[in-house]
């Protein structure tokens, strides 16, 4: 199981930036996928989560300015993020977890495999 994240970078309060998570070696039609990030000096937090069942959750702060989505075919999750603020800087990561998610989506000791973080900055 790998997972790859790409898409983070700076962006001005305000922005919008698209992240992505390829999944290799497994298919996202068994493993749910979950988004978590982690600022400096600050514990890492789930934003959200698509089942492999296909249910999203999100965290209240995500609610309203983050979509997460999934392509089948490219095997790959997408996390849509708009109305950025400078809280939402942080190394972003994306885990997988086996099966459907019922409950504990945003609980990161569920996730048996991360991928390596991408950097999003929201600074004017």
């Known amino acids: 199981v790998q997972l790859q994240a790409s898409g983070g970078g700076l962006v001005k309060p305000g922005g919008s930036l698209r992240l992505s998570c390829a999944a290799s070696?497994?298919?996202?039609?068994?493993?749910?996928i979950g988004w978590f990030r982690q600022a400096p000096g600050k514990e890492r937090e789930g934003v959200s989560c698509?089942?492999?069942?296909?249910?999203?959750f999100y965290a209240d702060s995500a609610e309203g300015r983050i979509t997460v989505s999934i392509d089948k075919v490219k095997n790959t999750v997408f996390l849509q993020m708009n109305s950025l603020k400078p809280e939402d800087t942080a190394v972003y990561y994306c885990?997988?977890?086996?099966?459907?998610?019922?409950?504990?989506?945003?609980?990161?000791?569920?996730?048996?495999?991360w991928g390596q973080g991408t950097q999003v900055t929201v600074s004017s």
């Open positions: 698509i089942s492999s069942g296909r249910r999203t």
């Open positions: 885990a997988a977890r086996p099966g459907v998610v019922v409950t504990t989506a945003l609980e990161s000791y569920e996730y048996e495999h």
């Open positions: 070696a497994f298919s996202l039609d068994y493993y749910s």
